[in-house]
């Protein structure tokens, strides 16, 4: 059919149903998180069954159970067949526990009411400096999660698998050096560190976090024996000295611009002249095009008060740390490595 010479290209024929279904989006999330929950991924991994068989199987309602999943076939999370048999989808296979690249835990992060709550208070958001959730739940995120201990581990455990498909590729992009030594500062449980020494045999590291995520670290096993380290510390105050690349994976966009400058020149200090800073996080591109770095921008400004970045905005502000941008390297997953020199 002709396009509408008022509708641009690619516009939705039906704008009205196009705009609810967008500010339902809160439905999907809820619907993701009921598949989640229940481990409706790792019932399909043997084949397809039907929403009678996945309702015996999970202990939940079997007509309720079959809406939702209906509804996520309309996302390609699941598929329906003729017989009404639901089948595990590339887009679904993520969501299953028992696999080593399983994103279950982001996503029970990511729709808790951790998150839930403070993007609701978007609208009240914008007109406020700061982030939504300190004023929500009485502290600002990192403070609560050293208050609560569950929450810590589901923040955590979510991180960790968020960050498992960036990790591997980063190392897998990046030019390590041979020998050296790589610090990971605020490295959480090490995925990145562990991931750059394995591809590199030679290189030893330093895992530089607080207490709880260095409690959990992914380093131990014969194969990186020997060739790292944990230190616990505050990133804003001093970061170790001595190493060859330092990186900051997840760092910086988790805080307003001072608070950045203030890690990169612990940083800077910590570091001999010519050393790279690796940073990883979205490098937000122009125009309108989706970008999951967008997404994740607001869900920053919401939670931490932190902030995406363009690359002139990386620039200007390494500039101010002390280093000098050099390149910016594009990666399989969202985030692209900003690489920067000290000087």
């Not at 339902?24 to 397809?48: K, Y």
């Not at 940083?267 to 125009?287: E, F, K, S, T, Y």
């Not at 921008?297 to 932190?306: E, F, N």
Request: proline content about 8%; charged content about 20%.
């Amino acid at each position: 059919m002709a396009t509408s010479p008022n509708r641009p290209t690619g516009e939705p024929r039906d704008l009205t149903a196009h705009l609810m279904d967008q500010a339902m989006g809160h439905v999907f999330s809820a619907a993701l998180r009921t598949a989640a929950h229940h481990r409706i991924a790792d019932q399909l991994a043997e084949g397809p069954r039907t929403a009678e068989q996945l309702a015996a199987a999970t202990g939940t309602h079997a007509p309720h159970l079959r809406r939702v999943l209906r509804y996520l076939a309309t996302r390609g999370i699941f598929r329906e067949d003729t017989a009404g048999a639901y089948h595990l989808t590339p887009a679904a296979a993520p969501l299953r526990t028992d696999t080593p690249d399983s994103l279950h835990p982001a996503v029970m992060m990511l729709t808790d009411e951790l998150f839930l709550r403070t993007t609701a208070a978007i609208p009240e958001s914008v007109r406020h400096d700061g982030a939504s959730f300190e004023r929500l739940f009485g502290a600002p995120l990192f403070e609560h999660l050293l208050s609560d201990p569950a929450a810590r581990r589901l923040f955590d455990d979510g991180m960790s698998s968020l960050s498992a498909p960036v990790d591997e590729a980063v190392a897998a992009v990046y030019p390590f050096p041979g020998t050296g030594t790589v610090v990971d500062v605020g490295g959480g449980r090490g995925g990145l560190l562990r991931a750059a020494l394995r591809r590199h045999p030679q290189l030893t590291g330093v895992l530089f976090d607080q207490a709880p995520p260095l409690a959990h670290h992914l380093l131990d096993g014969d194969e990186l024996k020997g060739r790292w380290r944990t230190q616990e510390g505050d990133f804003f105050a001093s970061v170790p000295e001595g190493g060859d690349v330092y990186v900051l994976k997840h760092v910086l966009h988790d805080w307003p611009d001072e608070a950045c400058l203030r890690i990169l020149r612990a940083c800077h200090r910590a570091m001999a002249a010519g050393r790279r800073l690796l940073v990883i996080d979205a490098v937000l591109p122009p125009g309108n095009a989706p970008h999951f770095g967008k997404t994740l921008d607001v869900a920053m400004m919401t939670v931490v008060d932190g902030q995406e970045r363009t690359s002139e905005e990386f620039a200007t502000l390494l500039s101010a740390g002390g280093f000098r941008l050099t390149r910016v390297l594009p990666t399989p997953a969202f985030p692209s490595i900003v690489e920067a020199v000290a000087e």
